[in-house]
């Protein structure tokens, strides 16, 4: 019975590791190993969990709002070919954007779209809504 659950235990282990380590793979794509100790120490590595597949979203380009001032940003792989929107999430990390304090709007470069990327108070009343 000892190594049943010695067994059980190690497993659950080493799935909390791996996801864990899957996570910090994926934030080191913007930001530094420093920057990632201390999301854990401050007990913030959740929402940057959580914003992996929830902090990006498209939206059309406001007609007669001028978005010239947007910074642009590339999501298409190849310059060439339109970017095909997709049921999978943006991710922030694929690009190097971070989440900081404020909404971001990026002009989504030969489209009308916009990539939207959502304040970290954003995501955080978005989990805490999540979990009810």
């Given amino acids: 019975m000892k190594f049943i659950y010695t067994l059980l235990f190690t497993c659950l282990s080493l799935f909390s590791w791996s996801q864990s380590s899957s996570i910090d793979n994926q ?16 007990n913030s590595l959740p929402l940057y969990a959580y914003a992996i597949e929830h902090a990006c979203y498209l939206i059309d380009a406001p007609q007669g709002k001028d978005v010239a001032n947007f910074k642009s940003i590339q999501l298409s792989k190849n310059p060439a070919v339109p970017m095909e929107i997709s049921n999978e999430p943006i991710v922030f990390t ?3 954007l971070q989440i900081l304090d404020q909404t971001q709007y990026f002009l989504v470069t030969n489209t009308n779209k916009i990539l939207v990327v959502k304040s970290k108070n954003i995501l955080q009343l978005e989990m805490q809504n999540h979990k009810k």
Wanted: aromatic share 16%; proline share 0%; hydrophobic share 25%.
């Fill in 27 to 42: 934030l080191s794509k913007s930001y530094s190993k420093d920057e990632i100790a201390q999301f854990r120490n401050e």
């Fill in 94 to 96: 694929d690009f190097g």
